[in-house]
Nanobody, 122 residues
Framework: QVQLVESGGGSVQAGGALRLSCAASTFTVSRYSMAWFRQTPGEEREGVALIETGGDTRYADSVKGRFTISKDNANDTLYLQMVSLKPEDTAMYYC????????????????WGQGTQVTVSS
């Protein structure tokens, strides 16, 4: 059974940084398109960043220049480095994996983690 486990969330002040990790078990991240999404209560899940099998990346406009997605194929781990955090970045962050990829749309990703909370205070 595919399992994704996020970690690294927490509470920071505006301008701070966090690095999220997503550990994959029973599959190799190199074979999948991987992505980070986030969601706040009452809102739809929003795509943040994706990384394709070949390493190409794509970001939501709201995080460009501040967030960096990467993966460690040897350790089957996905990362999201977040700097210059803003209060509007506060959300539950989810990692996802799928064979379709190509865009930050939830239907393209089959496997999802349980999420890690990020809270940014002003």
């Amino acid at each position: 059974q595919v399992q994704l486990v996020e970690s690294g969330g927490g509470s920071v002040q505006a301008g701070g940084a966090l690095r999220l990790s997503c550990a994959a078990s029973t599959f190799t991240v190199s074979r999948y398109s991987m992505a980070w999404f986030r969601q706040t209560p009452g809102e739809e899940r929003e795509g943040v960043a994706l990384i394709e099998t070949g390493g190409d990346t794509r970001y939501a406009d709201s995080v460009k220049g501040r967030f960096t997605i990467s993966k460690d194929n040897a350790n089957d781990t996905l990362y999201l480095q977040m700097v210059s955090l803003k209060p509007e970045d506060t959300a539950m962050y989810y990692c996802a994996a799928g064979f379709i990829g190509g865009a930050l749309e939830t239907w393209r990703y089959k496997y999802w983690g349980q999420g890690t909370q990020v809270t940014v205070s002003s």
